[in-house]
Every structure is written in structure tokens, then in C-alpha cells.
């Protein structure tokens, strides 16, 4: 599972005139599901997302001391499968790594539901984009702060 991370002053998605989703300050995550991914990356993904250190702590102002839940901002899903691209040989991408949308639906939707689960008031801090749609992602990017992650290999041999 890979995701891009960006810190937002603000970050949004609409579906041709319909927005599905909208955070002020927090994170946006766009996020790829693999071929291999199974329910111990979505757990670490969750976690990491929640208790990453991106923010200004509230109570200090100090820099990269505080995560989402300290801070109540708001985190941003957006599924996207193209960050499972491979680009090595030639110059068409390569989305052979990507789970195919019959089955990373599922995973996607019990992604969500981890998620939400650590996160108190899930209901307006949690925003997710349309699955399977052509949206637009708008994001306001703080800093900028933008940082790839992608879970352990470890995780899917273990």
C-alpha cells in the first residue's frame, strides 16, 4: 500500500459539480492499493496516518510534534491506484501492482472503516473522495508537506 501525504491548510474533491469531501486544516492522502495488500497494511497504514508527526503541537506551537488526533484536524482519502504505476521499462505505465477495482474496493471500504475507528468524530473528520470516479483534487498544501509512504514488505511475508 502506498500513499502520498500532503499537510493542507484546506483540501477538497469533487465529482463533476458534486462535492464528496472537504477538510480545512489536516491531511489529504491519496492513497494505492497493491496486489498484495491484505488486512496487516491497512491496519499500519491507518496507524501511521493517525500518529504521523507533521503538525505544530497546540499547546507549544513547536514544529513536527504533534499528529492528527492531538491537533482534531481533519485527514482527507483519496483513492487512487495510478501510485502503484511502474515506469521502469519504456515509457506507457504499468499499473500490472495495482489491485484490480473488484477486489481493492473492499479493501478500500475496510480501510475507511479501520481509519475511522481511530479517529474520534470520524464522521466530520474523516472525508474520502469518490471511488472509481474522475474527481478533482483540490489541495492547499502547507509548507509545502508533501511525504510518500508505503507499508513494509516485511508485513505481507509475515
Known amino acids: 500500500m502506498r500513499a502520498i501525504i500532503q499537510k493542507v491548510t484546506k ?10 469531501g ?4 489536516g491531511m489529504c492522502v491519496l492513497l494505492g492499493i497493491s496486489t498484495k495488500d ?19 503541537h497546540p ?9 492528527l488526533l492531538q491537533c482534531k484536524f481533519g485527514i482527507l482519502i483519496v483513492s487512487q491506484f495510478t ?3 511502474v515506469v521502469n521499462k519504456g515509457t506507457r505505465p504499468d499499473f500490472h501492482q495495482a489491485m484490480k477495482s473488484e477486489q ?18 470520524s464522521d466530520t473528520l474523516v472525508q474520502v473522495g ?9 489541495i492547499q498544501n502547507d509548507g509545502p508537506v508533501t511525504i510518500p509512504i508505503e507499508t513494509p514488505a516485511s508485513l505481507s511475508t509475515s
Open 38 to 56: 491484505t488486512d496487516k497494511e491497512i491496519e499500519w497504514m491507518a496507524n501511521k496516518l493517525v500518529k504521523l508527526r507533521i503538525f505544530n
Open 104 to 121: 481493492s474496493l473492499p479493501m478500500f471500504n475496510k480501510f475507511l472503516e479501520v481509519l475511522r475507528s481511530k479517529v474520534p468524530n
Open 59 to 67: 499547546d507549544t506551537d513547536k514544529p513536527w510534534d504533534a499528529d
Open 83 to 85: 501510485l502503484q504505476c
Open 130 to 138: 469518490e471511488f472509481g470516479a474522475f474527481m478533482q483534487v483540490h
Open 11 to 20: 483540501a477538497s474533491v469533487t465529482v463533476g459539480d458534486r462535492c464528496t
Open 22 to 25: 472537504s477538510i480545512g486544516q
